[in-house]
């Protein structure tokens, strides 16, 4: 499996912009799909954006669409958020997810499809 180590939240204003970014060790991180989830406090675990190994297919949430953009670096193994136009709603946990599955479209995963995670990085907007 891949490890997942996430960086970049924080605390931001209503209209703001933030870039998560997520870092993967092991040497196969090109075969994987990739998603960002998000979990509001008390509430459950959402899948906001996700992003094919190759790049060239995404998924963005309804609720996000427009205004957060995913992006990999297959040579860096790395996978990004830039959330702008930030709202308070968009406040949460947001973590970082692996999942080797081939051939299940983007926009049907769920979490437990995803068998990698990072540990989570606080994302908090205020109005």
């Known amino acids: 499996q891949v490890q997942l180590v996430e960086s970049g939240g924080g605390l931001a204003q209503a209209g703001g912009s933030l870039r998560l970014s997520c870092a993967a060790s092991?040497?196969?991180?090109?075969?994987?799909?990739m998603g960002w989830f998000r979990q509001p406090p008390g509430k459950e675990r959402e899948l906001v954006s996700a992003?094919?190994?190759?790049?060239?297919?995404?998924y963005y949430a309804d609720s996000v669409k427009g205004r957060f953009t995913i992006s990999r670096d297959n040579a860096k193994k790395t996978v990004a958020l830039q959330m702008n136009s930030l709202k308070p709603e968009d406040t949460a946990v947001y973590y970082c997810?692996?999942?080797?599955?081939?051939?299940?479209?983007?926009?049907?995963?769920?979490?437990?499809?995803?068998?990698?995670w990072g540990q989570g990085t606080q994302v908090t907007v205020s109005s």
């Open positions: 992003i094919s190994r190759s790049g060239g297919i995404t």
């Open positions: 997810a692996a999942d080797r599955r081939f051939g299940t479209p983007l926009a049907t995963r769920k979490s437990a499809d995803f068998g990698s």
């Open positions: 092991g040497r196969t991180f090109s075969s994987y799909d």
